[in-house]
């Protein structure tokens, strides 16, 4: 059972997740949630929102919730970062074993995916990295193509009081390389923000291509 004089604090919870624009939860007569309603941009795919209500719920109120009772609508942002945005995040999952870490990536266009994968030594610095290698991984399935970007650097800065991610891409082209440079607050974690800094980098890129 849940306490229903909370019901507007684990709205505002959700509200804080990454991508979500507006959350309403509904209770059912005998006090469990029967129903929880996401409105959410397109900056980030369907089964990573409903898995990060979960873990939110979870984590800050003790609720287990089954992904069913999870439905979500999306909408296009009205802010242009967002909009140019041609892919979006559907997930990330990193795994370590023995000093080494393996990232997986998958991008979402309309209702085709696109998977990358990378592995690394498992240190802070090289996560980002890897993650960011995973993404690239997963544009090139998704144009079609190999060795179009690779990344060249990876790192963590800070911008006033906000961290974010900041990487370079260099772009292969016919006429030579071109550095490209993209970047992304952090709001939910280090790793989401890189692989929405690959996006940033390479987005204004990928319309040169025909994607599969």
Known sequence: MVDVNKIEEYQNLLNRIPGIISSRIVASEDGNLSEIHILSDISRGPKQIVRDVQSALLA?????????????????????????????????????????????????????????????????QSRLRVVAEAALKALHQYLNKEYVFILSDAVKISLGDRKAIALSVIHITDKGEEYLCGSAFIQYDDYEAAVKATLDAVNRRLSRYNAK
């Open 60 to 124: 800050s109120c003790n609720l287990s919730i089954d992904h069913k009772i999870v439905s979500v609508a999306q909408v296009e942002s009205s802010q242009l970062g967002t909009r140019e945005f041609r892919l979006s995040i559907d997930s990330i999952h990193l795994s370590t074993r023995q000093g080494k870490v393996e990232a997986s990536v998958v991008l979402r266009n309309d209702d085709i995916t696109y998977e990358g994968n990378a592995a690394g030594g498992n240190s802070a």
